[in-house]
């Protein structure tokens, strides 16, 4: 299947910093990525579609000037979580579309990003 | 609004039983159902996916069966083993461009 890398695998931050999460589709062009957010034991949650070259949509309930998205190439979307608190911790993930006749609809994760905010 | 219910939450099995997962989703225009197994700490993989023009799929121990009518698919495994132990996400494409996830259900089988 596709690959999508996302890095850091793990960050800790300190309360009120700023850390960016990169995701790259690796062996495809992905005009939409989507970043998800998983806390323990929970479903996957969406928080936000990247568009490549245009503004990202956002879900309901999701601060869009907290949860910075920018998708400048058809392979590297990006995640800033600004102005970090505790309560951001979470395992924060990406995944893109795979696009194409024999593809369709199928989505590829990436390996997910481990926030800790102290 | 967008819905994907799952049952069960927990599920329980012998090594060498069967297993199914169950969901259901609220848009009748949904035509993209995927199931991934997510281990603790790690990322979803794809491990069967169905489209609304077929009703049925199998791939060796796993199949999917959708009910477009009912609006519900399900997930079956047959002659389960530990490595099958992880956590099962239904999906269900909404809108052509939003993948809305089940609640997940733990599997664990028991040898």
């Known amino acids: 299947g596709a690959v999508v890398s996302q890095h850091p695998s793990r960050v800790i931050c300190k309360s009120g910093t700023s850390v960016k999460i990169e995701c790259r589709s690796l062996d495809f062009q992905a005009t939409t990525m989507f970043w998800y957010r998983q806390f323990p034991k929970q479903s996957l949650m969406l928080m936000a579609t990247s568009n490549e070259g245009s503004k990202a949509t956002y879900e309901q309930g999701v601060e869009k000037d907290k949860f910075l998205i920018n998708h400048a190439s058809l392979t590297l979307s990006t995640l800033t979580v600004t102005s970090a608190h505790p309560e951001d911790s979470s395992f924060y993930i990406c995944?893109?579309?795979?696009?194409?006749?024999?593809?369709?609809?199928?989505?590829?994760f990436g390996e997910g990003s481990w926030l800790t905010v102290v | 609004g967008e819905n994907v219910e799952q049952h069960p939450s927990t599920l329980s099995v012998q090594e060498g039983d069967s297993a199914v997962i169950k969901c259901t989703y609220s848009d009748s225009a949904s035509n993209y159902f995927p199931w991934y197994k997510q281990e603790l700490g790690k990322r979803p993989q794809l491990i069967i996916d169905i489209r609304s023009n077929v009703g049925e799929k199998k791939d060796q121990r796993i199949a999917v069966t959708l009910n477009k009518t009912a609006k519900h698919f399900s997930l079956h495994i047959t002659e389960t083993q530990p490595e099958d132990s992880a956590v099962y996400f239904c999906?269900?494409?909404?809108?052509?461009?939003?993948?809305?996830f089940g609640a997940g259900t733990i599997l664990r089988v028991k040898s």
């Open positions: 995944s893109a579309r795979v696009q194409g006749t024999s593809s369709g609809n199928t989505i590829y």
């Open positions: 999906a269900a494409f909404y809108y052509g461009n939003k993948l809305v």
